[in-house]
């Protein structure tokens, strides 16, 4: 359920959670909200530009090569 987290929730939750969880764990975490975020900004943008979606498509492979992780640090991996 933690991967269903809006985003506007994750800091505050990331920053009660910080405590009980690895630094590495909430750097990584962080990292990926931000690629999220970059993600969705790029894609919604009006009248986005060949330029702008080639950076998006960049953004959206990196988030499909660090979901693995993101998964096995919230427990939902099956590995």
Known sequence: KAVLLPGKCLSAVLRRAA???PAEAVTQI???H???VDYLRS???KGAGAALMEDAAVTQAQLLASLP???KLVGVSKE
């Open 30 to 32: 962080e990292a990926f």
């Open 19 to 21: 405590s009980d969880l």
């Open 43 to 45: 894609t919604s943008a």
């Open 34 to 36: 931000t690629q999220v």
């Open 69 to 71: 992780s993101i998964k």
